[in-house]
C-alpha cells in the first residue's frame, strides 16, 4: 500500500477539480489517497464516484486556534453528514468570506489594483481564500503576498478571522467518527511551531496523530516529531499536502506507512 492522507482539490484552494483526484493519485502509484479540503467536503462526492481503483478516505482540513497561533487539524474518516461538524465548517467558511472581502478592500486600499470580481473568478465557486487573494495580487506584478507588506497573518492587509479551539475541534472529529491529526506542526514555512508541551496537550485532548513526514518538514524535524509521538503514544503520518499547481508538490511525495494508516482506522471513534 502507497498511502497519502493530505490533499486538496478545487473544492477549497487546490488546482485540481476533486473528480480527477482520484486518477491522479493512481498513476502516482497511490493506492489510499484522503481528500482534505480546508474547513468543506464539497468536493468529496465527485472525488468518491472517481475513485475506482484507489481507496478514498473521507477528510477535512479545520483552521483552528492553540493558543495565540493558527493551527490546521485533519478530521479522517469523518462522516461529513455529521451536524454539528458541518455546522462548525459553515460557520468557517461564511466567515472566510467576510474576511476575504474585506481583505481585497484593504489591498485596494494599499494600492493594489485588483477586485472582488477577480478573487471570485479565481476561486472559480470554491470558498474564498488567500491564495485565491494572492493570485490576484500575483496577476497585479505583487509577487510578496504573503509577507507583512500584505496578506501574512498580521499584515497591513490581514483580517482577523473566526477560529476554532483545537480542543473544540479534536472533540468534533471524534464525534463525527473520526480520528483527529495535526497537520504540518513544524512547518517551516509556518509562523509558529507547536511545542512538546502544546503537543502533549493535544494528546490528553484526544489527539490521534501528527504529521511527521511533510513536504516543509525537514529531516531533522521529522526525526524529533517522531520522538514525541512515541513519548506521546501518538501516530506519526506522511503526506503530501497536495495542492496541484499551486504548490511544488507532487502526490504520494510523503506517504504513510500501511502499519500506522491500520493504526488510524482501528481509533476511529
Known amino acids: 500500500m502507497t498511502i497519502d492522507l493530505h490533499a486538496h482539490s478545487t473544492a477549497s484552494d487546490g488546482t485540481t ?14 493506492t489510499v489517497l484522503a481528500l482534505t479540503d480546508h474547513d468543506t ?21 479545520i483552521s483552528c486556534r492553540l493558543d495565540d497561533a493558527e493551527v490546521h487539524l485533519l ?34 486600499e494599499l494600492g493594489a489594483p485588483i477586485t472582488l470580481a477577480q478573487v ?26 504573503f509577507t507583512t507588506d500584505w496578506i501574512a497573518d498580521g499584515g497591513r492587509a490581514d483580517v482577523p478571522k473566526h ?7 479534536i472533540a468534533l472529529v471524534r464525534a463525527a467518527g473520526g480520528v483527529a491529526v495535526l497537520a504540518h506542526p513544524r512547518s517551516v514555512k509556518r509562523r509558529a511551531s507547536v ?3 502544546q503537543l502533549a496537550a493535544l ?33 506519526g503520518t506522511g503526506s503530501s499536502d497536495f495542492h496541484g499547481d499551486r504548490k511544488p508538490v507532487r502526490l504520494g511525495e510523503c506517504t504513510t506507512s500501511p502499519e500506522v494508516f491500520a493504526a488510524l482506522r482501528s481509533r476511529r471513534s
Open 75 to 108: 478530521g479522517l474518516f469523518v462522516d461529513p453528514g455529521h451536524e454539528p461538524l458541518a455546522a462548525e465548517l459553515e460557520l468557517i467558511r461564511t466567515d472566510r468570506e467576510r474576511r476575504a472581502v474585506r481583505m481585497v478592500e484593504r489591498c485596494r
Open 163 to 169: 477560529v476554532l479551539a483545537a480542543v473544540d475541534a
Open 17 to 30: 477539480p476533486p473528480a480527477d483526484l482520484p486518477r491522479l493519485a493512481t498513476e502516482a502509484g497511490l
Open 203 to 235: 494528546a490528553a485532548a484526544g489527539l490521534t496523530g501528527i504529521e511527521v513526514d511533510h513536504p516543509e518538514q525537514p529531516p531533522e524535524v521529522r526525526d524529533r516529531l517522531r520522538e514525541v509521538a512515541a513519548d506521546l503514544g501518538l501516530l
Open 41 to 61: 467536503f464539497a468536493g468529496l462526492a465527485a472525488a468518491s464516484a472517481a475513485a475506482t481503483e484507489v481507496e478514498l478516505v473521507p477528510g477535512v482540513e
Open 195 to 197: 511545542t512538546d508541551a
Open 120 to 145: 471570485r473568478a479565481i476561486a472559480a465557486g470554491a470558498p474564498l481564500g488567500r491564495p485565491h487573494i494572492a493570485a490576484a495580487l500575483a496577476a497585479a506584478g505583487i509577487t510578496d503576498a
